[in-house]
C-alpha cells in the first residue's frame, strides 16, 4: 500500500485524520466522519480551503464491514505505526469489536501508542475519537480512565464492566458512562472566566446527573444540552486552532504546555460518540473545534443534517 503522500499547496496545510478498519466494522462509522471531514472548509467561497486530509488504515489493502462494503486503505497498519507521529485525529469505527478486543489485534496497538504519543510530546494537540462500540476498545486500553465517555445505548452495561475491569487491572480511576450523544475531555477552546455560562454546550458531570434524575423523576424530553441552550444562553464563537500542526509557530495560541502535560493523558482530547450515526455529530464537534463553527454550520448544512450537540465534561482549557 502506498504511504501517506505529501501534502498540495493551498489554503492551508489539511488536519491529518486517519481512520482504523477492521473486519466487521459499521460501514457508516467511518463513512459519517469522512464524509464531515471532506466537505470541511476554512472558507466555503474558497473549494481550494479543505481543512482535513482523510487517511485510512486497515490490516488489509480491502476490509469488508459488517455491510459487506469493501473499504480500501490508503495505508497498511505497519505503515501507520511508522508514521503515526504525522496524525492530528485518530478515529476508531466501532461494529466486530469482540475479536479484536480479546486479541488485541490492531487497532488496539495503534490506539495505545497513539495514546503514549500524547503522553511523551504533550506540546502538540492530538485528539482521539471513536464511535459507536468503538469506544470499547479506548476502555479495554485503558485510555477511558478518570474520564467521561459514552457508546452505543444497548451497549452501555458492557462498557462499564470492561472499564471497571481495566480500572482494576491498572489500578487506576473508573470511568464515567454517560448515556449522551458524544462526550469530550480535554477540550481546547479559549473559553474565557465565565465559559460555563457563556457556553450551552460545556456540561459538568454534576449538571449531567442532575439533569439524569430530572429527567426520570419528571419524564422531560430535552436532552441535557438542548435544556441548556434553551435557557437563553449564547454561545461563544471558538477561537480554537486553525489547521495543523505544522502551522502552530504562526498560529500561536498562549497556552500552558506544562499545563497540558500535567492533565490526563497528556492534554489527548477523547471524544466518544454514541449510536452509529454520532460519529457525524462528534466530526462536526471536531471540525468547530480545529478549524470554526462556522465551517462546522456549513458542513451540516450542505448535508442537511441536524447537527445535535453533546457533552462537554470538566473543560480544562490548556
Partial sequence: MSAIVEEPDGFYE???VLITLHEGMDTMDAIGPMEVFSLALHDKKVKESKAFRVIFAGKEQNTMTAQNIPIRAHIDY?????????IDLLIVPGGGTDNKIKTNNQPMPLIKAFSEL?????????SLMSVCTGSLFLAEAGILSGLAATTHPDYVTKMEIICSNAAQRDMTDRCDVMEARYVVNNLRFELGENYEEDNPYVMSRKEYKEHQRRRSSVGVPTSPIEERANSGSG????SARKGSMSLKLSNMRRESVLKRANLRLGGLRVITCS????G???ALYMVGAMVSDDSADEVARVMCHDWKKGVVVDGTDV
Avoid at 275 to 278: K, N, P, V
Fill in 275 to 278: 449510536g452509529i450515526t454520532s
Fill in 235 to 238: 454561545r461563544r464563537p471558538s
Fill in 280 to 282: 457525524i455529530d462528534g
Fill in 78 to 86: 505497519d505503515e501507520a505505526m511508522k508514521r503515526i507521529g504525522e
Fill in 118 to 126: 500524547q503522553k511523551k510530546n504533550p506540546s502538540r494537540e492530538r
Fill in 14 to 16: 489539511p488536519i491529518k
